[in-house]
């Protein structure tokens, strides 16, 4: 008899999505003549630029051809692609990476939900609590979280809230923790992390043993100077961290795929005796039996997000994306509504007004502006009474919505 992964029961479905498909169905259907728009999607908008197209073109035909044909890839990547991950992202910022410690992948999605695999299931896990559901379900599905509590929280998951109160920021546990996602800009508060507040990651990593999966999916996005683009701007987190970037939201590839991930030689985690083994080689291991590289086409096209047209092009629609952010975030500041994010983030994390909880102010804002947001409690129960708005539809539907948050909404 084939016995399933029961940890996969213990799943409570996708709600939150499926929810808000039904509550606009059911108000599409009761008012057909409506214009619904959808400020809730984390999915970009804008065409791959050009520079990224005509090199995918050339690397097609290349694949036409016998002479310059390719079969399978390495599995960590190309290294011409891994050359300027390096050369573009990491050493203007002083931080050093051999090639062997990024490995090329078809997104953070993947890697931020596989990386578990390379830890015990007894490690304790910390999430700041709103949060990207991956880094949940995909140690739930692993059987390292224990139970389902009515409160929507899992037994064994330590939870640090980020909300107004502590302005985001989170704080150390009390308790000790062995793997800690951390993900700035995050998803989907759209807040940052200042280098001192960091620091006190890796420092308490650092002193626990622990290890921090940075999701760093956003940094395209980040505006402000002060704002560290990687983990391993902090002394010392290249022992402790291992980070994640992709090039969906920064070149539009949510549909095209590719990321990659850095595990540096030095972080370790350690063996049931007590000695230090590299992650950068359990890592290369699960990789190499499990994934088969990224296309040669599309690493071709990430290549050219380094090109200097692909630069300013990819600039480009970051710029979009961030004046659609700041289009969303002044407009219902002036509402008298408290917004979040939206600065170094695609996403603006509003306090729903009059102590309505998020799903009762996504009716609310349905009914009255015709408008589809997040509900923050989707995120976790610390995102319950916020909403999340994203910047990636386009400016005239923006500019639409903002207009209808000021005269329809009644607040
Ligand atoms: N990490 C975060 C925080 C995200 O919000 C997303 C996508 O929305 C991802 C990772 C997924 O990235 P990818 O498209 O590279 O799989």
């Known amino acids: 008899m084939a ?142 979280t224990g139970e389902l509590g009515t409160d929507g929280k899992w037994s064994k998951i330590t939870y640090i809230p980020c909300t107004a109160g502590n302005n985001f920021i989170p704080e150390l546990p009390k308790n000790k923790v062995d793997l800690i996602y951390l993900c700035f800009p995050n998803n989907p508060t759209g807040m940052t992390i200042s280098k001192e507040e960091l620091k006190k990651w890796v420092d308490y990593a650092k002193a626990n043993k622990s290890i921090i999966l940075y999701d760093a999916a956003y940094e395209a996005y980040i505006q402000e100077d002060h704002v560290p683009h990687s983990i391993y701007e902090i002394e010392g987190a290249k022992e402790v961290a291992i980070e994640f970037r992709s090039f969906s939201k920064n070149a539009g590839f949510t549909g095209t795929r590719c990321a990659f991930t850095v595990v540096p030689k030095e972080v370790m985690a350690y063996t049931a005796n007590g000695e230090a083994y590299p992650l950068n080689k359990l890592w290369n291991r699960r990789q190499t039996t499990k994934f088969n590289g990224v296309p040669y086409i599309i690493q071709r096209g990430a290549e050219a997000v380094y090109s200097e047209a692909g630069q300013k092009q990819i600039k480009a629609m970051v710029d979009y994306y961030m004046a659609n952010a700041k289009i969303i975030r002044e407009g219902i500041a002036s509402t008298g509504i408290q917004v979040f994010g939206g600065v170094n983030a695609p996403y603006i994390w509003l306090k729903t007004p009059n102590g309505l909880d998020s799903w009762a102010f996504f009716d609310k804002l349905l009914n009255e502006a015709h408008l589809v947001g997040t509900p923050g409690v989707g995120f976790g129960p610390s995102g319950e009474g916020y909403f999340r708005l994203t910047a990636f539809g386009n400016r005239e539907n923006t500019e639409e919505a903002v207009n209808r948050f000021k005269t329809r909404l009644k607040l």
């Open 3 to 144: 016995v399933i992964n029961d940890n996969y029961l213990k799943l409570p479905g996708s709600y939150l999505f499926a929810e808000i498909a039904r509550r606009v169905n059911t108000f599409k259907n009761e008012n057909p003549n409506a214009n619904v728009i959808r400020l809730g999607i984390g999915d970009v908008t804008r065409p791959l630029p050009q520079a990224i197209i005509e090199s995918m073109h050339k690397a097609v035909d290349e694949m036409g051809n016998e002479a310059t044909f390719r079969g399978y890839g390495p599995e960590q990547g190309y290294n011409f692609l891994i050359q300027k991950i390096i050369e573009f992202d990491y050493s203007p910022r002083g931080i050093k990476l051999d090639e062997d410690e990024i490995f090329v992948s078809d997104g953070s999605k993947s890697d931020t939900a596989n990386i578990q695999e390379i830890f015990g299931l007894d490690n304790i896990i910390a999430v700041t609590d709103p949060v990207y559901p991956v880094y949940v379900d995909s140690n739930v599905m692993a059987g390292r």
